[in-house]
């Protein structure tokens, strides 16, 4: 059974930082290029990054140079770091398998973890 379960959201200032983790299972975690998507208040899902099973990274260009993204497979989880927290990153949080053009791999989402910049 698939779970994906996100957790380090909170309120944080203009500026701060937070790191995200989503842990996994059910899924061959090694062999999937990963990925974290957000949705703000009143938008659609959108996606926020990648890191490919080689560990390769790509960042949509609204948090390119502020978010970094990595994995752990021996622990079956992926992370973001937010450094550079602005208001419009506000957002609940998702991970996912990844597949072309940085869409989702899965309907299935796990709960989210909410991110609030707010000061």
């Known amino acids: 059974q698939v779970q994906l379960v996100e957790s380090g959201g909170g309120l944080v200032q203009p500026g701060g930082s937070l790191r995200l983790s989503c842990a996994a299972s059910g899924i061959f975690f090694s062999i999937n290029a990963m990925g974290w998507y957000r949705q703000a208040p009143g938008k659609e899902r959108e996606w926020v990054a990648t890191?490919?099973?080689?560990?390769?990274?790509n960042y949509a260009d609204s948090v390119k140079g502020r978010f970094t993204i990595a994995r752990d497979n021996a622990k079956n989880t992926v992370y973001l770091q937010m450094n550079s927290l602005k208001p419009e990153d506000t957002a609940v949080y998702y991970c996912?398998?990844?597949?072309?053009?940085?869409?989702?791999?899965?309907?299935?989402w796990g709960k989210g973890t909410l991110v609030t910049v707010s000061s």
């Open positions: 890191v490919t099973r080689g560990g390769n990274t």
């Open positions: 996912n398998t990844v597949r072309s053009s940085n869409r989702p791999g899965m309907d299935y």
